[in-house]
């Protein structure tokens, strides 16, 4: 699967992770990967993509199970 670079995360003590952030991607098209450093990505928050304007899609694994 590809994977979208400078997206931020926050990173839970049970393993697993959640996209909170664009941070310094610049991708038209994002995609997320089903884990970051060992931890598996379980959800995006509400404003994960806030004032993103450039995306044009988001690709989200299996493991994504809530987005905000």
């Known amino acids: 699967m590809r994977r979208s670079n400078g997206l931020e995360y926050k990173l839970f003590d ?3 992770a959640v996209l909170c952030g664009i941070g ?3 991708s ?3 995609y997320v990967p089903e884990s970051v ?4 990505v379980v959800g995006v928050t509400e ?3 806030c004032r993103c304007e450039q995306i044009k ?4 694994p299996s493991s994504v199970k809530s987005v905000g």
């Open 14 to 16: 049970n393993g697993a």
């Open 28 to 30: 038209e098209f994002i």
């Open 57 to 60: 899609g988001v690709v989200l």
């Open 37 to 40: 450093d060992g931890f598996t």
């Open 24 to 26: 310094s991607c610049e």
């Open 47 to 49: 404003k994960a993509f």
